[in-house]
């Protein structure tokens, strides 16, 4: 008997505005393929205002999933069924899942991270310093201290953006992970030294993104030690003026097509229940970036 046909892919996607260079869809659909999976991951341009039909939209379709970008990380919450700790404590979903036909909101960035970091260390009683207090701030902040970090200092240009991220670490983060959690805010004015007992320093800035390759973030470059791990959340290009500072100065560093490749990974995971095969995604994201 010929086997039973089957037409209709399962969906995922992203929805962002702009979303026209978000890179996503060229490493999920190379693991959904290397899977031998038929799904598909679509990336769609939704409008602020037209949110709340594309989300329905998604419901009516069967999406198995679907990530947010900017501008939709924080008004796609009320349109949700539920949400993940993380992305509860982060107030942001970047990536929903459909469990049982609920759509619940978790949130991938700060996970994604943790993930590479734990390839190499080990994030309990850790020194972090955390460059930056947006998006990719708070939810690195929020996970590695989840993980374990006994200190984050703080370091952001705008006071008014890096005192709303401290008074949330100091206060939900912190009574989450039961009040062991030392913080600290530095003002960012001129080359930041970092301090000598720092073990993690993370640029969460989107200093040196492509296009402007070159630009370096303010920071004593001699007071990187070799003892400390460094990372850079700069998915392109990988290689950061950071990055060679850090391979330099002899610290093992983490970049940030790691990170980005990681919370893919997580995201399959929680669309499929399977684990992708994480080198395919990051040749898929290799491959477009060297073309640019
Ligand atoms: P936000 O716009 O929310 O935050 C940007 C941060 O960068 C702010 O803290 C801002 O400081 C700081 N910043 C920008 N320019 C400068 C500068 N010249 N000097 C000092 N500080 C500066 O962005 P996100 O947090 O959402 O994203 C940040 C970066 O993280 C992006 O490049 C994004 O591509 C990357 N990212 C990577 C991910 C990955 O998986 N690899 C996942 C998510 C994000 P201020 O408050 O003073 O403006």
Known sequence: MAAELNFKQELVGCFGFPVAENPTQAMIEPAFRDMGLDWRYLTLEVKPEDLPAAVAGARAFGFQGFNCTIPHKVAVIEHLDGLGESAELMGAVNCVVNREGKLIGENTDGKGFVSSFQELADPSGKSLVLLGAGGAARAIGVEMALAGVSKITLVNRTESR???????????????VGGSLEIEYVPWDGAYELPSDADIVVNATSIGLFPDVDAQIPLVVESLRSEMIVADVIPNPPTTRLVRDARNAGCQVIDGLGMLVAQGVIGIEYWTGRTPDASVMRKGLEDVFAAT
């Open 162 to 176: 890096g005192r709303d991220l401290e008074t949330l670490f100091r206060g939900k983060l912190n009574d989450r």
